[in-house]
């Protein structure tokens, strides 16, 4: 049970998690969605399940990936709150250009914004009428923050830590610094003991120890086996295209992964397979596993946006 002081408005895989602190004349945002679904997330704000009708001075990102950043113009927009962003993550949205925070690589958008300060681990901060301590998180990105609440014991875990897996993490032949950092963060996550885990994306959960092991088990698999890492991130970014763009054309597919330059770099680089056996080996995986559907030659996917 969480705090009335904290509302969790649960999204989707394009959209992580929206992370209302309620405290009169502070109230904080963590994190605000990806930016084509900018004006469902300021409905939600807006509604009685977000911050129903008060004004929001602040909003923290957890880290700047395009489904946790992409929104905070509009939220900045309708609320005119200062936006404060991981110290790490300056780099990557200053200067702003086509490549900030990798989305041209990736074939991701996000509305270009201004931050007004930054945090870093070992800062603090009020939400909620709680101090949240600020704790390193990297892996998934290696600027990525997380923030804990010591009284309740609830994480604010981003892409650390979801219920069954988490952020996908670079593959690397031999030693894998994405994968040893990912590691440390679930040691830090095991030492902070939460009662209770605020994932960006999923429903809130208790058992924090048993999803540590959960994802202790893939790292060791994709540790392992570096192809098999580099085949989830194509299918992870596979199908947050297809959330963002709603559906392709299935014979459009091979063009695409051509295209946008991650799926070559990664192919090439761990299963080398040309775009077009790339995107038939994708198309059959994805389907199989239930993450697409196909009909009248178009491919969608299944999971919330
Ligand atoms: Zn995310």
């Not at 041209?104 to 901060?125: C, L, M, N, V, Y």
């Not at 790339?278 to 946006?305: K, P, Q």
Request: proline share 7%; net charge negative.
């Amino acid at each position: 049970m969480l705090p009335p002081s904290l509302r969790v408005i649960e999204r989707g895989w394009l959209n992580c998690n929206q992370v209302v602190m309620l405290s009169p004349g502070d109230n904080v945002l963590v994190d605000s969605g990806y930016c084509t679904h900018r004006e469902r997330t300021l409905e939600l704000l807006a509604s009685p399940a977000g911050l129903d009708g008060q004004p929001l001075e602040r909003l923290i990102n957890t880290h700047c990936h395009s489904d946790h950043m992409g929104g905070n113009a509009a939220v900045v927009s309708a609320y005119g709150s200062l936006i404060t962003i991981p110290a790490g993550e300056v780099k990557n949205v200053r200067p702003w250009t086509p490549q900030s925070a990798w989305m041209q690589e990736f074939d991701q958008r996000a509305d270009p914004f201004h931050f007004d300060d930054t945090i870093d681990a070992g800062d603090s901060f009020e939400g909620g009428g709680f101090e949240w301590e600020v704790h390193a998180a990297p892996g998934h990105d290696m600027d990525a923050l997380m923030f804990f609440e010591p009284v309740n014991r609830i994480l604010i875990s981003g892409d650390a830590l979801w219920r069954d897996a988490m952020g996908f993490v670079w593959p690397e032949e031999g030693p894998n610094p994405f994968i040893d950092a990912a590691r440390e963060t679930l040691a830090a996550i095991e030492r902070l003991r939460p009662a209770a885990v605020i994932p960006g994306h999923g429903a809130p959960f208790g058992n924090a120890a048993e999803a540590i092991e959960r994802v202790r088990g893939k790292l060791d698999a994709f540790g392992r086996d570096p192809a098999k890492n580099a085949r989830h991130v194509i299918k992870s970014m596979f199908v947050f295209a297809l959330l963002d763009r709603h559906h392709m054309r299935l014979d459009e597919v091979g063009a695409y992964l051509a295209k946008v330059p991650c799926y070559g770099r990664l192919s090439e680089r761990f299963l080398n397979r040309a775009p077009h056996s790339l995107a038939t080996w994708l198309l059959e995986d994805l389907h199989r596993s239930g993450a697409v559907v196909v009909r009248d030659g178009i491919v969608r996917a299944t999971s919330t946006a």
